[in-house]
């Protein structure tokens, strides 16, 4: 894989995750090993999202019975171009 064959998370994403498992934006760095000005600059567009994280939150929230419909949340990411 390429640097620019690299997946990202959107914004809109990470935020209907959130909202689905139900966490505060507090929760949610906490959740992702990271600072909360961090995960703050990812949902606001600050930053970019890799998709790593969003996978990581996806199959922790699996494992912990947080996600109701995990095929919800399958890749579907795009590339720092912007596909799919």
């Known amino acids: ?10 914004a809109e994403e ?4 959130r909202q689905e498992v139900g966490h505060t934006q507090l929760e949610a ?10 995960y703050q600059n ?13 996978e990581l939150y996806v199959l922790k929230a699996i494992s912990r019975g947080l ?8 890749a579907r990411g795009k590339d720092k171009r912007g596909k799919s």
């Open 42 to 54: 990812w949902e606001y567009s600050k930053s970019r999202i890799p998709y790593a994280i969003f």
């Open 14 to 17: 990470l935020l209907a995750l």
């Open 67 to 74: 996600i109701t419909n995990p095929n919800r949340h399958e």
């Open 29 to 38: 760095a906490e959740f992702l090993y990271v600072t909360t000005r961090t």
């Open 1 to 10: 894989m390429t640097q620019s064959d690299k997946k990202l998370a959107t």
